[in-house]
């Protein structure tokens, strides 16, 4: 586990916590009894829209994010300290987290553990990559990932004006690497996620309700376009801190962007290790065939923001890019190539095939 990896802990477990064995302290549950008073103000006030996973999700300061979220996002701002050699992998939902966590984890830790018994094999990419959203704080204050060797790595899919400004300015020395998909596609991927993990006490979501919802920008973390826009912007004011990648180049030449990735990581491939097929041997350790036939990923959970409770299975499913043709009517696919051809007017990024009537 990721927890294995630091070298003294003293703070609250979220494991424990969750399951129960070391139940959450009165100063604990005095603490979140006072944030959840203040999310509960917060929430009173802003538009709601109807969640995907949840009943309800709400508009906050132009995105729609469930109640949960807007208290990790209030944790963050108050108790998360970024530390300069901080790592962020960024992305909307269902665009290629899983996949860039190995590929960045692996990458960052080539020389600590070998490939044959590597962390991945029984940790699976979200044990060794926490998500700053969802498992940074779950049952604690303060965080238990403070003493994590350097560089420290953590995914999120807040949008790059929600986070702090000690995380996204450009004096700040900690970077980002987001990555985007075609939105047609993240439609699909994400519909399918967010109907397995549904709450059971609440109709399923038909998949021509999610499409509507999808292009009026009703989703958990979106609106799809806003969210990628915001990265893309600061990526081109500050290359240097925030890399821009593409689902689709990331599979089309997975070698050639995995050197890039190293490189603006700091961790360039050397000329030995090309020659070696180091670059190669990452890639096919966090191929999705490798990584959907780990036993953890097949049977094990992730635990997120009580009370949800994810199997690891579920964030796996086709790895495909153009899985949409399946699902898109013509008619379907145009209107959102439309609006991804309009929202991105005028910005230098282009998304998925623009098809013209």
């Given amino acids: ?9 003293n703070t609250c477990s979220h494991s424990t916590a969750i399951n129960g064995e070391n139940p959450i302290s009165n100063e604990q549950e005095h603490f979140h009894n ?8 917060i929430v009173a006030t802003l538009p709601k829209g109807k969640g995907w996973r949840g009943p309800e999700i709400f508009l906050h300061k132009g ?13 963050i701002h108050e108790y998360f300290h970024p530390k300069p050699t901080d790592i962020f992998l960024a992305a909307f939902m269902k665009c290629g987290t899983t996949w860039l966590r190995a590929l960045m984890f692996a990458t960052a830790n080539r020389h ?13 990419p979200h044990g060794v990559f926490p998500s700053l959203d969802a498992q940074i704080f779950l049952e604690c204050p303060v965080s238990k990932f403070d003493n994590l060797p350097s560089p420290r ?17 450009p004096s700040s020395t900690c970077k980002f690497v987001y990555v985007c998909r075609d939105p047609k596609d993240a439609l699909i991927s994400k519909w399918h996620f967010m109907s397995k993990i549904r709450s059971k006490e609440l109709p399923p979501i038909s998949f021509n309700e999610a499409y509507e919802l999808f292009c009026n920008g009703i989703s958990e973390y979106g609106p799809f376009w806003d969210h990628v826009l915001g990265y893309w912007k600061a990526s081109q004011e500050s290359p240097e801190k925030i890399l821009f990648l593409k689902y689709e180049d990331m599979k089309r030449e997975p070698s050639v962007e995995m ?11 050397t000329a030995q290790e090309e020659e070696a097929g180091v670059v190669e041997e990452i890639v096919k350790l966090c191929s999705f065939e490798n990584l959907s036939n780990f036993a953890v990923n097949k049977d094990g959970v992730q635990k997120f923001r009580a009370p949800v409770v994810v199997e690891n299975r579920n964030f796996f499913r086709k790895g495909n890019v153009g899985d949409w043709e399946n699902y898109l009517t013509e008619e379907m696919r145009d209107r959102i190539d439309s609006i991804t051809e309009t929202r991105l007017k005028g910005s230098g990024l282009a998304l998925g095939l623009m098809h013209k009537a």
């Fill in 112 to 124: 600590r553990y070998k490939i044959s018994d590597h962390p991945l094999h029984h940790t699976g």
């Fill in 1 to 9: 586990m990721l927890t294995d990896l630091l070298p003294n802990q």
């Fill in 34 to 41: 006072e944030l959840n008073g203040k999310v509960n103000d």
């Fill in 153 to 169: 790595l953590f995914a999120t899919h807040f949008a790059h004006n929600l986070l702090p400004t000690s995380m996204t300015s």
């Fill in 259 to 269: 050197k890039k990735l190293a490189a603006f990581m700091g961790m360039p491939f």
């Fill in 63 to 75: 995105f729609w994010l469930p109640q949960t979220a807007i208290k990790s996002l209030l944790m």
